[in-house]
């Protein structure tokens, strides 16, 4: 029953929020596009339920010669963030094509953050744990827990909690956390 609730409420909240937000998405497209030259979307490979890939859908925020690594492989991630870019990131508004992601079921609003499709560690260290079974969200419980800050032994053990304790009120827990966590732009490597 929490499956297809959680479904349920994903698919719904995903569709209003897109309608809610398409001034938004509009605005946001045009700046982009005015910034640096390039696709206005992002799309990146990424572990998906049960060792399933899928394509990601993020705004653009970096150059279109950034290496295809994750950020904390860049080196100084900075050079390559354009100017909206850094907006996007701070304010977390590079995330909001995911709705797309969670409309099609991909994704889900609350789970683990998807890893790329090359964070082999990572990868291996959810599968040991099972969290690889788990849809990839929006937010997790990771992400409310420190974001960038922490390390990739600790985001498995937050997702491991996630995983053993999911419920409906847990997931609308993490969605609170999670708007207090974007408004105060906590757990956000402002260099990346």
Same mark, same amino acid.
Request: aromatic share 16%.
């Given at each position: 029953m929490y499956k297809l609730l959680k479904r349920i409420m994903d698919f719904t909240l995903s569709f209003f929020a897109l309608l809610l937000f398409s001034p938004l998405f509009l605005v946001l497209c045009l700046l982009i596009k005015m910034d640096s030259p390039g696709p206005i979307f992002f799309k990146q490979k990424r572990a998906g339920e049960n060792d399933s890939h899928f394509m990601i859908y993020k705004f653009r925020s970096m150059r279109i010669d950034t290496p295809n690594v994750s950020t904390d492989k860049l080196g100084d991630p900075s050079i390559y963030i354009t100017k909206v870019g850094h907006f996007l990131r701070k304010t977390s508004l590079d995330e909001l094509p995911q709705l797309l992601n969670i409309i099609k079921g991909d994704m889900s609003i609350v789970g683990p953050r998807p890893a790329l499709y090359n964070q082999? /560690?990572?990868?291996? @260290?959810?599968? %040991?744990?099972?969290?690889?079974?788990?849809?990839?969200?929006?937010?997790?419980?990771?992400?409310?827990?420190?974001?960038?800050?922490?390390?990739? /032994?600790?985001?498995? @053990?937050?997702? %491991?909690?996630?995983?053993?304790?999911?419920?409906?009120?847990?997931?609308?827990k993490i969605i609170w956390m999670t708007v207090i966590s974007v408004v105060k732009s906590e757990g956000v490597r402002m260099n990346e």
């Open positions: 082999y /560690e990572l990868i291996k @260290a959810r599968k %040991k744990v099972n969290v690889h079974a788990l849809k990839p969200g929006l937010t997790g419980y990771a992400q409310v827990k420190g974001r960038d800050f922490i390390s990739d /032994e600790e985001k498995v @053990a937050y997702d %491991k909690y996630y995983l053993e304790h999911m419920s409906f009120f847990f997931d609308i």
